[in-house]
C-alpha cells in the first residue's frame, strides 16, 4: 500500500487499490477510499475505480471527500446498514471544492433584488439568514414552528444576482460566500447497494444519511445506480442518497435511485404520520437540473415513498425523468419546470413564486399538481401546462390540490396561482368518476374567520381539452371562487 504522501507520485488517475482497498465485497474498503481521494485532491489529479470491482463501505463514520474528477464505471459498491453503524447521520462520500470561504458584507436585502454594489473577484454562492424571522409554519400532523428565513443566490464578479432576492433582510444574522469553481467537476458511474437499516422507529427525527453529498456548485453526477434491499417491517428514514446542498449549477444526469419503503410514527400531535424517506433531495440550490432521471422501482408502488424532496430551491428543472414524484416542500422561486417527464402515483408538488411550466409530461396522481396545504398551497406567480396527459390510476381529486382555510398564518400571505394557462391536455379518467373539478373546495368552509386570506386565482385559460369522461367540467365546488375566476375555455 503507498501512503498519501509517498515521494514517488501515484499515476494518474488514482486507484482505490494503490491505497489498500481489495473491492472482494467483504472488507472494509472506506478507509482505503477515503485516503485515495484525499491524496488525489491534494495533488488535483482524477479518481478511477477498478472494473468489476465491489467494494464494501463498512460501517465506521468515514467520509470520503471528492475534489476531483471521479469515474466509478461498473463498480459495486456496498453500504449494509442493517447491523447498525457508528454515525447513521454521516455521510459516505462529499463532493467539495477546494476553495475556501470568503468575507462578505452585507447590511440589508429587497425581495426581488437582483443587483449588489460589490463586485467580488470571483463568482460566489452566497447564503443569508434572518434568525428571528420565521418562514415555513408548517400545519398539520408534523406541525412546527417554522424556520428562519433564508436562501442562497448566486453573486457575480459584476455585481449581479442569479436567484432574485425572496425576503426583505432587515437584520441579516449569519452570512457566507463560497468562491464558485470556474470548471466543473464530473463525478461517472457506479452501483450502489444499501442493504437497509432495520431499526425501530422511536421518533420520527431520526433520519439516516449513508449517502453522497453534493456540496460543490459545477458539479455533474451521471450513470450513477442506486438500488436499496433488506427492508423489513419497520425501520428508519433516509435522507436522499443523492443530495445536493448549499451550491449551484449542478446537474444530475441519468441516474436511477430506488424509492424506498414507507414507515409510520407518532406526529407532533399524536396522530400516526408517514417518515418521508427520499432517494433524491436537494436543499439551499440555485439551478438544479435532472435531466433523464428515473426512480429504480415501480413509480406506482404505494408501499413506497415519492423519490423526490426539495427546500429553499431557486430555479429547478426536470427533463426526460421518470419519477414517483417530485416535491418541492419549502418553496422554490424563479423558475420550476417539469418538462418531457413521467410522474408516479405521488405526482407533482409545488410551493413557492416565479413561473411554473409543465410540459409535454404525463402524471398518474390522484390530482395533476399539488399545491402542499401544509405550506398555505401557495404559489406567486403564473402556471402553464401545456401538452400534457393526466392519467390518475384510482380515485380522483380536484386537478389542482389546494387547501387554505386562511386560519393558520404560515409566514407569508399565500395566493392561488394569478394566472393559469392550460393548452393542449388529455384527461384518462378512471371509469365512473365525475370527471374534472379543477379547484374544488380550497377555502374550506363558508363563513370562516378568515384571519389570513387566500387569494383567489385571476383567469383560467384551456385550449385543447380532451376528457375521456364525456363531463362538463367544474371551475370549484366554490361559488366564491367560481365568481371571482374569470374561466375561459376555448
Known sequence: MLAAHSAQPLPSPVTYESFGALGDGVADDLPAIQKAHEYANQHRLPVRSKPGATYHLGRKALVAFIETDTDWGNSRFLIDDSQGVEDRGCAIFEVRSSLKPVPLKIERLQRDQIKLELQPASDLLVYVEEKKTKRFIRKGGNQNEGTSQKEVFVLKNDGSIIGAIDWDYHHITKITADPIDEKTLHVRGGVF?????????????????????????????????????????????YRGFLMVDKCAHVLLKDCVVDARKVYYSTGKIGASVPMGTYGYQANLVVDLRMIGCRTGNDIHDRSRWGVVASNFMKNFLVEKCVLSRVDVHMGVSGSYIIKDSTLGHMGLNAIGRGRLIVENTTIHARSFLSFRSDYGSTWEGDVLIRNSRWAPLTTVSPFFDMRNDGTHDFGYPCFMPKCIRIENLTAELPVGSKGINFFGNPLGKAGSQRRFPYRITETLSIQGLRDNSGITPQVSDDPEIVKAVTYLHE
Do not use: C, F, M
Not at 433520519?207 to 428508519?236: F, K, M, P
Open 193 to 237: 447497494t444499501n442493504v437497509a437499516n432495520r431499526v425501530t422507529p422511536e421518533s420520527k427525527g431520526e433520519y439516516w444519511a449513508r449517502n453522497i453529498v453534493i456540496r460543490r456548485s459545477r458539479t455533474v453526477v451521471e450513470g450513477l445506480r442506486h438500488q436499496v434491499t433488506g427492508e423489513q417491517d419497520h425501520g428508519q428514514p
